[in-house]
């Protein structure tokens, strides 16, 4: 063992005569002690004090409180994050440490760990560091509160805490930092009140809270910071007005208050803001009209006001500056016209004005736009005629005119905009025949040219679209017959030709289209039989050929549409057999009524045998069972009356008491969803009520009496005597499990549930978005996803897992994480659902189980491993991540990921991974 402890020890009573109860030193005689173990040279230990001796003494107490400081603080964390730190020893130089910036007097000023994967807390000994400037712990997995004792340093100008799992209260002593000029802790679990001393922070410039669980009003000392330039509370629970007092902040540019509950208007105040570039309040309930004093700020670059109750008309000057990038205010009750500095704005790239009450005329009120990428300016009260000066804007990809009163034909130079992707003017009363120059756009997703008045016949033209994935022309009065250049458009996932006029036979060539899922031919004049070639559509989900003129048999082929949930063939010549599947068997008789002779085994139809035995061969044979039949009638209705019926009435009370003894108990918001208004809700599981089948059972809309919504997932019976419903019945044991022990606001909600062998369902949140597959799916809705709620899917899903795998004991893993059981509200906020395979993690043992998952989405190493933990939802997540960036399942990225060579993507940039639907993100694009 070295000597070397009693000189420094020595050294250390000199310098203090240490009361040895004092824990500091304490720690630093420990200290002493781990040098005996290190292996370090005599001469390094002279030139160490040979480089302190000139420091004096009060600077070296700091220096060794402040290693000390740092030693206990690596102790504390995790010994993962330990590693990471392995510079961290005695015998370095603490200013060598990795992350650890000092200044001439060794005295520690910088603390940089961003981005280490570090997983711990933040230690009150923290406020020891006493010289600190800047503190950046961002992107870390730190947790528990912050510490009152950064209020210590008051040196500190910048604090970085954002994006780790920080929660509990923002403290108070926060504002003794009078220094401060950066604030970030946003993107954490922060709850509680914004504290008033921020108020006190008269330096700082940059205040960055979003994302949190923040609640009650923003407090009106925030008006005291006079140096702000940003603020962002977005996404929290903040309630009340906005103050006032933020007009004081003659600094802000970036205001973003999105996505909490105010309420009122908006101040009058914030007029005053001259300098505002960025201005958020969408997803509010914020009303009134926007005040007068608005027509001051001429420099705004992000306007966004959208899901709100805002009346009145726009401020006159909103774009009079040239400045404004991003105008999003749909879903309000603006009224009037456009504001004349909005047809001269070159600046705008992004504009949604849609369901709102605008009017005026639509040629005269817009211009020609340079940079505009995306319009959408639906459902209004927009008239007059399309003007050409759309396709005058080059880098044009999103047009949406739909729902408004356009009159006149589509514009031939429409067909000339070179990147347009989504063309919508649906519902107004468009005129003419669809231009052939429309052919031209070869980048085109959607096309919606439905409920209008176009005429003529559908143009060939529409086959050159090779990457449309949406046409809808339904309701207007096109003739002729459907062009079989349509199947072309191999991309082709919804196809909507219904309430036309449009005759002749199904062209053979259109019903190869592998990617189609929805096709819709009803309400007009085709004839013939339905071609064979139905059977390709494998991925087809809903077929409407109702109210035709089809004849001959349903073909044979069509059980290959293995996908097929929905059916309509009413109203034409059909005749013959239905196939044995279950679209046909479980379809509402309204969907197959009033057609020649369909005949087989559904509720509303004769079954085959019965129609074959008409023949007139047969006439005397059915004569003969005719009276044979009749013979035995009376026997059996007095066979029924005094034996079976009351048999079969003691023990349907029997069943009845049974069922009654096995129904679990149902709960709801208001304790009256019972079993009977389930059933009746759903009309006894009719598959009219139906919006889902999955392996385990079907998904059903129930709307009850008190007008809650709910989804109902009733599973297949549950016959223990067949193994195959062993795995039923372990879904259904499994959700239950999860769901009762799962609150989280990212999460699907458990109402209740019941198991019995007749009828066996969980009664669940009704998510009425639909899933994110389907959402990446459909073009139209892929493009209303853009990249700021891309994030929030990902942040969602993320916060979700986060909650099962830390939050829960024992931890809970989903083990199938995948697009499809991603679900949306109303408002587009991701949950997951479907924990169906779910397993509680034992935490003293290895878990060890069999392979569950969806393809693609399972760890590669899971099949033969077979031990499930938190990984198994981790890697599933990251292929989830990856779709909704990419906007699809990112199969040969994850194979090439995986492989050992990476010259299949060398060279690749990032932007080419990136959904091509969407426009690419712009620096600063999506600041609220």
């Not at 603080?73 to 370095?92: E, T």
């Not at 947790?143 to 340093?153: M, T």
């Not at 005119?401 to 989504?422: H, M, R, T």
């Not at 309204?590 to 008409?614: F, V």
Request: aromatic share 8%.
């Amino acid at each position: 063992m070295s000597l070397l402890p009693v000189p420094l020890l020595f050294l250390l009573c000199v310098i203090h005569p240490f009361p040895m109860a004092n824990p500091p030193y304490i720690i630093l005689l420990l200290l002493t002690i781990l040098f005996s173990i290190h292996p370090i040279s005599s001469s390094h230990f002279h030139a160490r004090k040979s480089a302190n001796s000139s420091l004096p003494a009060n600077n070296l107490q700091i220096a060794n409180e402040e290693v000390a400081s740092l030693l206990t603080w690596k102790s504390s964390l995790d010994l993962k994050s330990q590693n990471l730190l392995a510079s961290w020893v005695v015998g370095r130089s603490h200013c060598n440490w990795i992350g650890i910036h000092c200044n001439t007097n060794e005295s520690v000023t910088g603390l940089n760990l961003t981005g280490y994967g570090l997983r711990g807390q933040i230690p009150q000994e923290i406020g020891n560091l006493s010289k600190l400037k800047y503190l950046s712990l961002h992107g870390n997995k730190f947790y528990g509160s912050i510490p009152k004792e950064l209020g210590k340093l008051k040196s500190l100008q910048g604090l970085w805490l954002y994006s780790n799992n920080l929660s509990g209260q923002i403290p108070s002593k926060i504002g003794n930092l009078s220094e401060l000029i950066t604030l970030y802790l946003e993107m954490n679990q922060l709850y509680g009140s914004i504290p008033k001393e921020l108020g006190k922070l008269k330096s700082l410039q940059w205040l960055w809270l979003y994302s949190n669980n923040l609640s009650g009003q923003i407090p009106s000392k925030i008006g005291n910071l006079s140096e702000l330039i940003t603020l962002y509370l977005w996404e929290n629970q903040l309630y009340g007005s906005i103050p006032k007092e933020l007009g004081k902040l003659k600094s802000l540019q970036n205001l973003g208050l999105d996505e909490n509950q105010f309420n009122g208007s908006i101040p009058k105040e914030l007029g005053k803001l001259k300098s505002l570039q960025v201005l958020g309040l969408s997803f509010n309930n914020l009303n009134g009209k926007i005040p007068s004093e608005f027509d001051n700020i001429t420099h705004l670059r992000v306007f966004n006001l959208g899901q709100n109750h805002f009346t009145g008309s726009l401020p006159n000057n909103l774009c009079l500056g040239q400045s404004l990038e991003i105008i999003t205010i749909p879903h309000n009750k603006f009224s009037g016209n456009i504001p004349k500095s909005l047809m001269n704005c070159t600046t705008l790239y992004r504009v949604r004005l849609d369901r709102n009450d605008f009017s005026g005329d639509v040629s005269k009120a817009f211009g020609v736009y340079p940079t505009l990428n995306y319009i959408d300016l639906s459902y209004n009260n927009f008239s007059g005629q399309l003007s050409s000066n759309w396709a005058l804007c080059p880098n044009l990809t999103a047009l949406k005119i739909a729902g408004n009163k356009i009159l006149g034909n589509i514009p031939l130079d429409l067909g000339n905009a070179p990147l347009l992707q989504y063309l919508d003017l649906s519902s107004n009363q468009l005129v003419g025949r669809i231009p052939t120059s429309l052919g031209k756009l070869s980048k085109l997703y959607v096309l919606n040219l439905d409920n209008n008045k176009l005429t003529g016949n559908i143009p060939l033209e529409v086959g050159e679209l090779s990457l449309l994935s949406e046409l809808n022309l339904a309701s207007n009065k096109f003739v002729d017959s459907i062009p079989r250049q349509i199947g072309r458009c191999q991309r082709l996932i919804t196809l909507n030709l219904s309430r036309n006029m449009l005759v002749g036979k199904i062209p053979p060539d259109m019903l190869s289209l592998k990617s189609l899922e929805n096709l819709d031919l009803s309400h007009n004049m085709l004839s013939s039989q339905i071609p064979p070639q139905v059977g390709g559509l494998t991925n087809l989900q809903t077929l409407d050929l109702s109210h035709n003129n089809l004849s001959a048999s349903i073909p044979s082929s069509i059980v290959q549409c293995v996908a097929l949930v929905s059916v309509y063939i009413s109203y034409n010549h059909l005749e013959g057999p239905i196939p044995n599947t279950k679209a046909f068997l479980q379809a509402p008789y309204s969907a197959l009524s009033n057609n020649k002779g369909l005949c087989g085994n559904h509720s509303g139809l004769k079954p085959c045998s019965l129609l074959s035995q008409s023949d007139g061969k047969n006439r005397n044979l059915v004569v003969i069972i005719s009276v044979v039949l009749g013979s035995f009638f009376l026997l059996t209705v007095v066979i029924i009356i005094f034996v079976i019926f009351p048999r079969q009435k003691r023990n349907r009370v029997e069943e009845e008491r049974d069922f009654t003894k096995d129904l679990f108990t149902l709960w709801s918001f208001d304790g009256k969803m019972t079993y009977e208004s389930i059933i009746e809700a759903t009309g006894n599981f009719d598959s009219s009520y139906c919006i889902g089948v999955g392996g385990h059972g079907s998904v059903y809309r129930a709307e009850l009496a008190s007008g809650l919504i709910v989804a109902v997932k009733k599973f297949h019976t549950l016959d223990l005597q067949d193994d195959e419903r062993w795995h039923d019945l372990r879904s259904f044991s499994n959700e239950i499990s999860a769901l009762t022990n799962l609150r989280h606001r990212n999460i699907v909600k458990l109402y209740g549930f019941c198991a019995h062998n007749r009828h066996s369902f969980l009664i669940c949140e009704y998510l009425q978005g639909g899933s994110l597959a389907q959402i990446l799916s459909d073009d139209e809705k892929a493009l209303q996803l853009g990249w700021l709620e891309r994030i929030n899917v990902v942040k969602a899903v993320a916060k979700a897992l986060s909650y099962m795998h830390h939050d829960c004991l024992p931890p809970i893993i989903h083990r199938d994480i995948s697009s499809k059981n991603i679900l949306f509200n109303s408002e587009h906020e991701a949950h997951v659902s479907d924990f169906g395979t779910a397993r509680f993690l034992s935490l003293d043992s290895s878990n060890w189980t069999s392979i569950a998952g969806t393809m693609g989405y399972t760890a590669p190493e899971f099949a033969y491993t077979a031990e499930v933990n938190c990984k198994c939802d981790v890697y599933s997540f990251g292929v989830v991540t990856l779709e909704v960036i990419m906007g699809k399942h990112p199969g040969d990225l994850i194979t090439c990921l995986s492989s050992s060579s990476f010259s299949t993507i060398e060279g690749m940039l990032f932007k080419d991974l990136l959904d091509p639907r969407l426009p690419t993100p712009q620096r600063n694009q999506y600041l609220v």
